[in-house]
């Protein structure tokens, strides 16, 4: 997949699990948020609660086939062995995963995000094979007990600036009103938990943050061309 292709799923892209669906349950989020416009889905099936076994690989399947039918690429996180058995199109991992360069090979051409918090990390994943970069957590977040530290918007800008050209995702606390900064500080999308799983109406949220990402890098766009 080229990167204009990586760049445009990233754009609004869900991550979800069954722990993160307290308001409704998982398939009744996942429709909402696909029929709102999502471009990419995660499967993050962590935490205390979380499915495992038949229970977990059922909800990988309903969400894998809801995805399937929009036409929205459906990523797994950390678990290269269900993404091979289901025939994800791709998987996420962070630095404390497994190899990206061995995840590389073993997922052939599917997608590959890899998540970084440093300009190095950053290099290193490239060189590994990674499709695109999740960045964060840019904000606070409450979705992710062993975050790092709260980066700020500047760490995109810091990677921008030295030489990293690959698409890249903020991630962490990012909500309908922050959305834009995101974008502006050198993203190429948003990757959100609570803001959408959380929302009261989570069409029209996905609808609403969807258009701020898309206006704002409308306006970068044109920015760099008037330079
Ligand atoms: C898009 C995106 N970016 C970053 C992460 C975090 O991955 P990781 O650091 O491996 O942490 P866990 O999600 O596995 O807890 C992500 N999942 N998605
Ligand atoms: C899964 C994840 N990874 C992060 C990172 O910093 O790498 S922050 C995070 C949780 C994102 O959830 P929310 O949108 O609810 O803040
Ligand atoms: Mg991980």
């Known amino acids: 997949m080229n990167q204009d292709q990586i ?24 429709k909402a948020a696909l029929s709102g416009g999502v471009t990419l889905v995660q499967f993050r099936e962590k ?4 499915l495992q076994g038949a229970d ?3 909800l990988a399947l309903q969400i894998q086939a809801l995805c399937r039918a929009e036409g929205v690429p459906f990523i797994i996180n950390d678990d290269v062995d269900l993404a091979l058995e289901i025939d994800a199109d791709g998987v ?21 995000g890899v998540s970084a918090h440093t300009v190095s990390e950053a290099r290193l994943a490239v060189q590994h094979g990674a499709d695109y970069l999740g960045i964060g957590p840019i904000y606070p977040t409450h979705s992710k007990d062993d975050a790092h530290e709260v980066q700020g918007t500047a760490i995109l800008c810091e990677l921008r600036e030295n030489g990293i050209h690959v698409p890249l995702v903020g991630i962490g606390g990012i909500t309908e009103e922050r959305a834009a900064e995101v974008i502006k500080a050198g993203a190429d999308g948003v990757a959100v938990i609570s803001a ?20 704002t890098l409308r306006e970068r766009i044109t920015s760099q061309r008037l330079i």
């Not at 760049?7 to 996942?30: E, F, W």
């Not at 935490?47 to 979380?50: L, P, T, V």
Request: hydrophobic share 40%; charged share 30%.
């Open 7 to 30: 760049r445009h799923y990233l754009q609004m892209y869900l991550v979800v699990g069954s722990v993160n669906c307290k308001a409704s349950d998982p398939i009744t989020i996942v």
């Open 47 to 50: 935490g205390a609660d979380a």
């Open 92 to 112: 996420h991992i962070g630095q404390d995963d497994e190899n990206a360069a061995e995840v590389r090979d073993r997922i052939g051409d599917r997608i590959l």
């Open 196 to 215: 959408i799983t959380e929302a009261k109406d989570v069409h029209e949220t996905v609808v609403r943050m969807k258009s701020k990402v898309g206006n």
């Open 56 to 58: 977990l690989l059922r």
